[in-house]
Each structure stands twice: as C-alpha cells, then as structure tokens.
C-alpha cells in the first residue's frame, strides 16, 4: 500500500471541500472496498478523508410517509431496524444476504452504493482493464465470464455490479441525495444513479465531481409480500451468480430488480405489466449478450421468478 496522508472532517460541506481541495483525495468510512483496491493499488489515493463524524448515521422519517437513511447507517443496523424489516422487508432481506455479519457491521449505506465490481479481470492489475485503466482493452471479453454481466454491456466492459442492496433499493425505488463543494444538493432517483459502461466503464454513478453522498430516501411502503432471492456459488460471503429483489402485490402490480446480471441493478418495468414468471423473464432478458459459459443465467433467472411466483401464489 502506497503512503498516504489522513484528516477528519466533522460536517459535510468541511468533506466536500476537503475532497476539492487536492487531487487523488478519497472519502473513507467503514473502507471495506476502498481498503481491498489500496492494497492491490487499484486505488492510489493520496489522501483520504475520513466522514465517520458527520452525523450521517440516522434513519428518519420523512414527512411523505417515507424513511430517510443517512449515508453512514452500517449495513447491520439498516437490516435490523424494526421499520425497515416492517415496512422495507426485500431490503432487510437483501442486506442479510451480502458479505459478512463483520463486514456488515462496518459498512455504509453510501459505501454499498458506490462499491466497486468484483470482476476478477478488474482485480488482476497485470491484466488489461478499460474501468482500472481506461483505453487498456477488457481482458473479461473473450476470458472467463461465467459470473460476468449479459445485459447492457459494451465492447469496452461486462462487468457486473456487485451490490445486493443496490437491487432492492431499484425495486424500491428509493433516491439518492447529495451535496457539492458549493453547497448545492441533489435528489437522484436510483435509477439514474448508476451508469452502463459504454465507452467510458469507469464513469460508474451520475455523481459530479467531488459530490458526495448524503443520505438515501425510501419512498412510503409499497405493501405485498417482499422477496430477496440470491443465488451463489457457497452458503454464505459470496456475490451473486444472479438475484431478484421483487415486491409481490395482490393487484399484480409486481415489482422486480434483478442482480448478476448487469453493470447497474437491472429493472425492466414493462416486463412487470406480465403475468407468468416465463413471460417476465422473457422481457428482462430480451437483448442479452450471453457467452458458453454465463449464457446458463437466462434459464437461472426464468427458475428464480417461478420460484417466486409460486411463493407469492402460497
């Protein structure tokens, strides 16, 4: 790990400022990613900014019926609060399926959103990568892909993102709130927040220089039966092969975001207009790019939604 220098800022406008102030400068909170790539000098920060003092840790209500979630609330005490298991259960849910209770316990809200692809090739600094190195070539394309991404990729990257709350907060709907140096905010709906790879794969979110992440709303409670349901290669600290975060409504106004499968948590609204798990899965997956070896995704993702479908009939 390369040296680097260190400072605490106590409010958001003294952490965005900090960032501006000097180049190659990170924000650090629970560094549960940051801390992997520096070891791996992936990231080379020179400085980093610690925001753990910023107040950001509370989960409050919001005047819509909704919850606000500050942008330092640990993964662990999202997943437990009673109000997100009450009313938000597919978050719960998809926050007790990622990593470790160690882990969980470190990491944050916005630190989940903006984690960054698990995508061996992105990993392996001897090989060429267009998000670790831009213009290098994607060493993933024509190389082992099994758990690589089968919607909206490009000739420059099929990565997958790897965040499993990021699916339930699509299906939810929820909205990313932000401050700038000048003090000028944000509300971005999730939706838009995360990028598909195109030319420029390591362009990954729609924040703006030195923005920074300040909380996460969640609209009031959709109501129906929430289902998380990852599949992966062991038991437990694994990132999923595919998952669907989907709310299951009695009018059939179902709601599913789907994971594995994309550089960004994936959602097709038209696909939920449909009626069967075959017909939705044909909707989510019309477009896919698919090699040998992840081509199996398609078939996965068809089992899961009847899976799905016939536990919500239950």
Request: proline content about 6%; hydrophobic content about 40%.
């Amino acid at each position: 790990m390369k040296a680097f220098t260190y400072e605490r800022a106590n409010t958001p406008a003294a952490a965005v400022k900090a960032l501006a102030a000097r180049p190659d400068t990170k924000f650090i909170a629970g560094g549960t990613n940051l801390l992997d790539l520096m070891k791996l000098q992936i990231e080379t920060p020179e400085h980093l900014v610690d925001i753990n003092r910023l107040g950001l840790d509370k989960i409050e209500p919001t005047p819509e019926g909704g919850l606000r979630i500050g942008a330092l609330v640990r993964n662990t005490d999202l997943a437990a609060d009673s109000r997100i298991r009450r009313d938000y259960a597919v978050l719960s849910r998809a926050l007790l399926s990622g990593a470790s209770a160690q882990l969980r316990n470190k990491a944050t809200t916005a630190g989940n959103l903006l984690q960054r692809t698990r995508c061996p090739y992105f990993y392996d600094t001897t090989k060429p990568c267009n998000k670790r190195d831009p213009g290098s070539g994607c060493a993933a394309i024509g190389g082992f892909t099994r758990n690589l991404a089968i919607m909206g990729t490009s000739e420059a990257c099929i990565a997958t993102h790897p965040s499993d709350m990021a699916v339930a907060m699509r299906v939810l709907d929820a909205v990313i709130e932000t401050v700038a140096p000048d003090g000028t905010t944000r509300a971005i709906p999730i939706a838009e927040f995360h990028r598909l790879p195109g030319n420029t794969p390591h362009i990954e979110t729609t924040l703006g220089p030195n923005e920074m992440i300040t909380a996460v709303t969640l609209p009031p409670p959709l109501g129906g039966l929430h289902i998380y349901r990852k599949v992966r290669d062991r038991s437990s600290y694994a990132f999923a092969v595919v998952s669907v975060a989907a709310v299951m409504q009695k009018n059939g106004r179902n709601r599913f975001a789907f994971g594995g499968l994309a550089h960004k948590p994936w959602r097709v609204e038209e696909a939920e207009k449909k009626e069967t798990a075959a017909a939705v899965a044909e909707a989510v997956l019309a477009g896919a790019h698919t090699t040998p070896q992840n081509a199996f995704k398609t078939l996965l993702i068809t089992r899961v939604l009847t899976s799905i479908f016939a536990q919500a009939a239950a």
